[in-house]
């Protein structure tokens, strides 16, 4: 493998023609939907970030030839868009989905806009390679790359994304930020990624590096040296005499002499007085975010890579099992199925990626385990009888939110029990937490009056008592199926139908009506139709069953940020409740957005990405075309509403995009989305998502410290809330998980419309934490006891780590200096049921973007 730094000049002549034929023009890069707005043809973060990916999973798709297929071949992808479905059907098979990948690529990009967006991040000059901080730029850029692969290796991928995306904006900043492209530099800057290396010829404080320029556009503001530098922004620093800006409409310090700037964020002079050398900064970024990825995959191996990634189109396996002694025919059902899967999927691309197990009774539950070894999770099953306990109810919910905690995102969670829960106080968590994690639950309940040996009851049971099952259920898309023990080993079939990724079709009518037949309409993308009918039926027929297929869609909310230094989209899990007028009003205290033209509510985006396209049948059919979304009440089916949807970017990427209505965002209770559409030759196409969006009251922020989580240490963490619909009256709860002791100094607030307010957290980390642990703190805002709408959560996921001496740092598996070898973890990042991150620009926030550079280094793999 080559080494990061070695010119192309000194590559042989094969590598150098592979180069050249790989690296298109720059032209080739698409504008993120909305960097268009604000300046077309812009190269975003997360075009860089998606490309870079795209390109190294091509590459270890081109070294690991598939089993049982034949290889890749390069020249099959040259001078072609790379697209993710296109690369999944090559390798796994023809309507492989490529759903999680594409879904985890979201992860990182949404994480690497957050660094825009988040308070606590966004003007931070060590994060962005701003303000001359180059070295201490450098040092956190590191500690994430480090935190990466840490977090990776404690097998908390969502996490680990998270970091990624940090390291990646940091990374990508540098070339858009500094005066590098300026310096005529044509490769990457060396030693970045080697924190042993120093970095040379930097400015120092008495160096002026800028001109004046009273211009937009400033090309020659630089003055002639070759000492590197980058913008100061806004005040914080405040910008010495003599030294450049960042320039841009929103940089303050543009103002003030030597006015102008230097930034290469987009292709605006309005944003970016360099804006000239943004393609060049783009593609150096691009180089490096490779360098970045090819690093990770030679820390992690290929095994550890993939999962990072979610390269693959397979499933996760994960049960919640009831262990008391009624439990018996449940848990050999559960042996069963898994049984049966392991050996029907061992060796083959559906093979299931990762799997989990948590077993509960009462008063205890857990431990979980996770593996991805498939002779460890049935060796652990095998082990699992039913003993002890026998009386109802259990904490089952306890269990499934520590399931949830481990278990990937946009997978199946499988409940085996016979009791109601214990711990129904935790239903509303969960139920944000499964959709937080994008994940369905179903619950297998039985319920045997015929057994001899019934649990014993503590007292009268409600009948109402599986009522958290079916919130739980409802909430995540999943189902509540109740049966009795003779039946059991047949319902349990269901686990492996459920994971095998389905789609599901809309009916009509929503619910069911005495004498009226339900209609399903059946496409001729879907592979395979199953039927799953249970409850009291006496009596059913199927007429014209034409549904396996990978033609799906992925979804977010995001509110446009049309003011501030990066403009763009900030994502959202679920949408926020607001109140439409005709203007903003400024909030008393810092509340954010805070737009400075006119809108209505908060203009809140429905952004869908189709996947699958490459399932219509071979490249170059007729691409399907999604016209409009209904919006549906649940469970009772009605319409709310239709949304018209845009395209954004080429066809062949699907992405489309809506302004949902404002009335929406003025109601409570649960709705669907269904996308409505037609194939390429006219016929009606049909999908609905598998988990319901509920309005939520409150905006969310929960972010941690710097440093990393030490065993013995108190981490301060730092809550927003921000309210668009006012006034409310809240209360707060927090929470920890283990149950670290945890401290707040805010428990009510009231706010106004356009309102927000700040709170301190403090967790207390005790000296016994395990190293490599996970640590998810909750936050909980409830209005008052009269208020319809849910309660809003925000959920922080933490990892310990213990600071690992110098001179017990693992060494490196190459000659070079690798980054991994220096700076101390540093976990920190929000997350939200209510807000996730989005993908950030070199303009600022990308969406969805489109691959339009089909890039392969050759020698940028392990170092």
Request: net charge negative; charged share 15%; glycine share 8%.
């Amino acid at each position: 493998m080559l080494p990061a730094d070695v010119p192309l000049r000194h590559l042989g002549p094969s590598v150098l023609l592979l180069l050249q034929l790989l690296l298109p023009s720059a032209s080739a890069f698409f504008p993120n939907i909305w960097s268009l707005l604000a300046a077309p043809g812009s190269i975003t973060h997360q075009d860089l970030t998606e490309e870079a990916a795209l390109n190294v999973t091509l590459h270890l798709f081109l070294e690991q030839p598939p089993p049982g297929r034949p290889p890749l071949r390069l020249e099959d992808f040259l001078g072609r868009t790379l697209l993710a479905d296109d690369l999944f059907a090559a390798y796994f098979g023809p309507g492989s989905p490529s759903r999680r990948f594409r879904a985890a690529l979201g992860e990182v990009s949404r994480a690497n806009a957050a660094q825009d967006f988040l308070p606590t991040s966004k003007n931070d000059p060590d994060l962005h390679f701003d303000a001359e901080r180059l070295g201490q730029g450098r040092t956190r850029l590191v500690e994430a790359l480090r935190e990466t692969v840490a977090a990776a290796k404690a097998l908390d991928y969502t996490l680990a994304r998270q970091r990624l995306g940090a390291a990646l904006h940091a990374l990508q900043d540098f070339y858009s930020h500094s005066n590098w492209v300026e310096l005529g530099r044509q490769q990457p800057h060396p030693h970045l990624l080697w924190p042993r290396q120093e970095l040379r010829s930097l400015a120092q404080a008495g160096d002026p590096t800028c001109s004046d320029c009273e211009e937009l556009s400033c090309p020659g503001n630089l003055l002639g040296f070759t000492l590197l530098t980058s913008g100061y922004f806004g005040t914080r620093p405040s910008k010495p005499p003599g030294k450049c800006s960042h320039g841009g409409h929103f940089d303050q310090s543009s103002s003030q002499p030597p006015r102008g700037g230097i930034n290469k964020d987009s292709t605006s002079p309005g944003f970016s007085p360099h804006h000239m050398l943004h393609l060049q900064a783009a593609k150096l970024a691009l180089l490096a975010s490779i360098q970045a990825f090819n690093l990770l995959r030679s820390r992690l191996g290929d095994r550890g890579f993939s999962r990072l990634l979610d390269i693959t189109p397979a499933s996760s396996l994960s049960f919640v099992l009831d262990t008391t002694g009624s439990m018996g025919e449940e848990i050999n059902a559960a042996k069963i199925q898994a049984r049966h899967i392991v050996e029907q999927r061992r060796g083959t691309p559906m093979e299931p990626t990762q799997y989990v197990l948590v077993p509960f009774h009462d008063p205890g539950f857990g431990p979980v385990f996770t593996t991805s070894d498939p002779d460890s999770f049935w060796q652990q099953l095998n082990e699992m009888h039913a003993l002890g306990g026998g009386d109802e109810p259990e904490m089952c919910l306890s269990a499934l939110e520590l399931a949830l905690l481990h278990t990937p995102p946009l997978s199946d969670i499988f409940v085996f029990t016979d009791a109601s829960p214990k711990d129904a106080f935790l239903t509303n968590r969960v139920e944000s937490l499964t959709q937080e994690r994008r994940c369905r639950v179903t619950f297998l309940v039985t319920e045997d009056p015929s057994r001899a040996q019934g649990r014993a009851r503590r007292e009268v049971l409600s009948p109402l008592r599986f009522e958290p099952y079916e919130a739980v259920a409802l909430a995540s898309g999943g189902e509540v199926i109740f049966t009795e023990d003779q039946y059991i080993q047949d319902v349990a079939a269901i686990v492996g139908d459920s994971i095998a990724d389905l789609v599901t079709l809309p009916l009509e009518p929503r619910v069911v009506v005495a004498e009226r037949p339900l209609v399903f309409r059946v496409d001729g993308l879907l592979q395979k139709v199953t039927v799953r009918i249970h409850g009291e039926v006496s009596s059913f027929w199927i007429r014209n069953p034409a549904a396996q297929t990978s033609l799906d869609f992925l979804f977010h909310f995001g509110i446009p940020m049309e003011d501030g230094p990066h403009p763009g989209l900030y994502p959202l899990t679920q949408p926020v409740a607001a109140q439409a007028m005709e203007h903003f009003q400024h909030p008393r205290t810092c509340c954010w957005p805070c737009p400075s033209v006119p809108t209505r509510g908060l203009q809140t985006q429905l952004l869908v990405e189709v996947t699958g396209l490459g399932s219509r049948g071979g490249p170059g059919g007729p691409l399907p075309h999604f016209s409009h979304v209904v919006l549906r009440g649940v469970p009772q089916g009605a319409e709310l509403g239709q949304v018209p949807l845009e395209p954004r970017g080429p066809p062949e990427r699907g992405l489309l995009a809506a302004s949902l209505p404002p009335t929406l965002l003025s109601t409570s209770g649960p709705f669907s989305l269904e996308l409505v559409g037609q194939d390429g030759v006219g016929r009606g196409l049909h999908r609905v998502a598998p988990q319901p969006c509920a309005v939520v009251p409150v905006l969310l922020e929960l972010s941690g410290p710097r440093g990393f989580l030490a065993p013995g240490t108190t981490a301060p963490l730092s809550l927003r809330i921000a309210s668009f619909s006012g006034p409310q009256d809240l209360h707060l709860r927090t929470s920890a998980k283990p149950s670290f002791a945890l401290t707040s100094n805010l428990s009510r607030v009231h706010l106004e419309q356009n309102e927000s307010a700040w709170g301190r957290l403090w967790l207390e980390v005790p000296d016994t934490a395990a190293s490599d642990s996970v640590v998810m703190v909750t936050v909980t805002a409830k209005n008052g006891e009269a208020s319809t709408m849910p309660p809003t959560h925000a959920f922080l996921r933490l990892l310990v780590q213990a600071p690992a001496p110098q001179d017990q740092l693992p060494a490196p598996a190459y000659s070079t200096d690798p980054v991994l070898n220096t700076s101390r973890p540093a976990f920190h990042f929000f997350t939200s049921v209510t807000q996730g991150g989005a993908g950030g620009g070199l303009v600022g926030n990308p969406w969805w973007t489109t691959f339009g550079v089909m890039l392969l280094l050759l020698g940028l793999g392990p170092w």
